[in-house]
């Protein structure tokens, strides 16, 4: 699973950072937060396929984070794309998409678009879920958190040997959970694996000032991507445009205990983004702030 960071600036791009977009390509499908404007050409830079299976997280709808949309569109339609996007956002998501359609006509595949109502899990699969929490912000924007499923416990070849069960079939069988008989002995899956291994979680804050629902929801993430727009001297600030200071980000990745944490919404205010990173360290060590194109690889244990 490699998570990529297509744009990292607030407000207004900038020469070295593209509007809010991050994906995350789970196997063939591609999941992404927000699309900021330009997102369409960081995909071509980063490699990311157009014509893939997609689902498109909206955080809100401030220009920085959708003004993406429509070129996005337009090129997947020229492009001759047939699969279904998915895409999910604040209520008013309905009215933009059909907006820009209308006056650019489009898109020729279609597009399902679900505007969410209220907190909870807006998507489930065998493979994984996507909750959406409520951000606090000038406008309605929700946070969202990818949970994997958990998967099947470590099989242990020799377990299954020294209980007198033949390599193949059975050992499929039994590593796929169900239990199996051996000379008029029941051998459980349990008995020649290991526990059940928690998946991945991934979650991504968009812009918000602190939340402690979203604290709940990081709880233990192997990444939490929270927005840094300020740096603590500007806290008040921050608090008034419902945004994030370095150090708050920071203390609610220690509260949540997440294992990695990454800096992202970045103002051309801090062009040397050392400032941020320093303020965040100093209360959480594993962070980094990112940048385009920043990739990272979160691994199965
Ligand atoms: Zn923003
Ligand atoms: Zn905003």
Request: proline share 5%.
């Amino acid at each position: 699973m490699q998570v990529t960071f297509l744009g990292t600036s607030c407000s207004m791009p900038t020469t070295t950072r593209g509007s809010s977009s991050v994906v995350v390509r789970l196997g063939r499908e591609l999941l992404m937060f927000d699309c900021g404007e330009g997102t369409q050409r960081q995909m071509v830079k980063a490699h990311v396929g157009f014509q893939r299976p997609m689902k498109i997280f909206i955080s809100h709808l401030h220009g920085d984070h959708v003004l993406g949309l429509p070129g996005l569109l337009q090129s997947m339609s020229l492009l001759r794309r047939e699969k279904p996007l998915h895409i999910y956002g604040p209520t008013g998501l309905v009215q933009y998409v059909k907006a820009f359609s209308d006056s650019l006509g489009g898109p020729g595949f279609p597009v399902v678009l679900y505007e969410i109502k209220e907190s909870g899990v807006i998507f489930f699969s065998e493979k994984y879920q996507i909750i959406a929490v409520p951000a606090i912000h000038r406008a309605t924007a929700w946070s969202y958190c990818f949970i994997e499923a958990d998967r099947r416990g470590r099989f242990y070849p020799e377990k299954a040997e020294e209980l007198g069960v033949p390599k193949g079939e059975l050992w499929g069988r039994l590593h796929s959970g169900e239990s199996v008989m051996v000379d008029g002995k029941v051998i459980e899956s349990s008995m020649v694996s290991g526990p059940p291994r928690s998946g991945r979680k991934i979650v991504y804050s968009g812009d918000t000032a602190p939340n402690p629902e979203l604290v709940e929801l990081s709880r233990e993430a192997d990444l939490l991507i929270h927005e840094s727009t300020f740096l603590d001297d500007l806290a008040e600030r921050a608090e008034e445009d419902g945004h994030t200071t370095a150090l708050q980000a920071a203390e609610i990745a220690k509260e949540a205990e997440v294992k990695q944490l990454v800096l992202t919404h970045i103002s051309s205010r801090y062009p040397d983004p050392v400032v941020v990173l320093d303020e965040a360290k100093s209360m959480f060590e594993n962070v980094v702030v990112a940048e385009d194109f920043l990739e990272l690889s979160l691994e199965l244990e």
